[in-house]
């Protein structure tokens, strides 16, 4: 592994630490970790010609099959090392989006990580100099062709064209989605964090929603939506989103912008951060950067620090953007925990409905069952007109009663 520190050397070495977590996500093993400081990484190799001549020693030396850098190189990089190297190289970038591949389930997830890929590869074509394609056929066709590189930025463009098609259809058929569950009235929450900070496991442990929660980085791509039931007898609707982390590649961001666009539409927000990692401040920082590039900003912010149960868990973290902070354990933690974590939330939800007395007739008693479900009734009488309730619900839900 090799990354080249342009300014912090410690923060280059914690940066091939989760690098080996990649690694190790991806299948493969480190055989070690090379840092190299430089005012800028070499344009032409990545790290200086001193340096690769290191690199090649330490592959002999370990008997290791790759080199992986720890930033996107550009294709003048790649091709560079891989001859002076006579090695596999990869970036961080192709490395991600191997993970990505590996762990995609549905149809979305899978089309979305096509579509990265295949604008990363368009990136990094290469020609083959006077590589010829096959001519086409018939008078006046013949000529001297295509090069390689034209044919396949052709081919991949094409085919990005219809991915493009199939994700903008996809994300209709989510709006829709979207649309109807804010047709209940119901609250709703997106789960939001650096990736294997425990936000599948924390959904896991508030509904009955059967998702996959690895302590694995990159575990689940797919959002998953469930109902959550509180103490009170109310309702809120929980989405799992896709974990960020440090150098997201921006092909990512772009393909799967309409899957981390729940958070856009959610009324309020909540940031597991696992507090047992060393490096939980960053992640934070990592996390609403990543959400202000998506436009996500000014919503309520529930942050969870996760695996609170831990011995290395740091109980001085502070988050100062969030409304409200809690201490759990998502997967061993008690029903204190659980209550306590309950009534913050429903302390949220309260800040986020409007106060309202209105009276029912009996004909639309449905609308009673829905102040039951997705709000907090205070009262209610039974006249002879209808039901005279005093309620707090959703701004949306206030002037449909």
């Known amino acids: 592994m090799v990354a080249v520190a342009t300014e912090d050397v410690d923060a280059a070495w914690k940066s091939l630490d989760e690098l080996e977590e990649l690694l190790d996500t991806a299948g493969g093993v480190s055989a070690g970790g090379v840092v190299q400081s430089l005012p800028a990484p070499n344009p032409a190799t990545y790290v200086g010609s001193g340096k690769v001549e290191e690199l090649a020693q330490c592959l002999e030396l370990y008997e290791a099959e790759g080199v992986v850098c720890d930033d996107e190189l550009s294709p003048v990089q790649l091709k560079n090392l891989s001859d002076a190297l006579q090695c596999k190289v990869l970036d961080r970038t192709l490395l991600i989006l191997d993970i990505f591949a590996a762990h995609a389930k549905t149809r979305e997830g899978k089309v979305q990580v096509e579509m990265a890929q295949l604008k990363y590869r368009a990136s990094h074509l290469r020609g083959l100099g006077k590589a010829l394609s096959r001519l086409g056929g018939g008078i006046g066709t013949r000529g001297p062709g295509e090069t390689k590189l034209e044919t396949d930025r052709r081919a991949i463009g094409r085919r990005i064209a219809s991915l493009s098609r199939e994700i903008a259809d996809m994300k209709r058929v989510r709006e829709t989605g979207r649309k109807r569950r804010s047709g ?40 998953t939506t469930r109902v959550a039931a509180l103490p009170r007898g109310e309702q809120v609707l929980l989405t799992d989103t896709v974990g960020f982390i440090h150098k997201l590649p921006h092909q990512l961001v772009d393909a799967f912008r309409s899957t981390l666009e729940e958070a856009k539409y959610a009324d309020f927000l909540i940031h597991v951060v696992d507090c047992a990692d060393k490096e939980a401040q960053l992640h934070m920082d990592v996390v609403y950067r990543t959400l202000e590039e998506l436009g996500i900003s000014g919503k309520p912010v529930i942050t969870v620090f996760n695996k609170a149960d831990l011995a290395e868990a740091d109980r001085g973290l502070r988050d100062a953007r969030a409304e409200r902070t809690v201490w759990l354990s998502a997967k061993h933690g008690g029903r204190a925990e659980l209550l306590a974590f309950f009534g913050v939330l429903e302390e949220v939800m309260q800040e986020q409905r409007v106060y309202v007395e209105a009276l029912i007739p009996y004909a639309q008693m449905a609308k009673l069952a829905r102040v039951r479900e997705a709000g907090q009734l205070l009262s209610e009488e039974y006249t002879e007109e209808g039901v005279q309730i005093r309620a707090y619900v959703a701004r949306e839900m206030a002037g449909m009663i």
């Open 184 to 223: 209940s009235a119901l609250l709703s929450a997106a789960i939001v964090g650096y990736t294997n900070a425990g936000k599948s496991t924390l959904l896991c442990r508030l509904t009955d929603a059967n998702v996959l929660a690895e302590d694995k980085l990159f575990a689940t791509l797919d959002p």
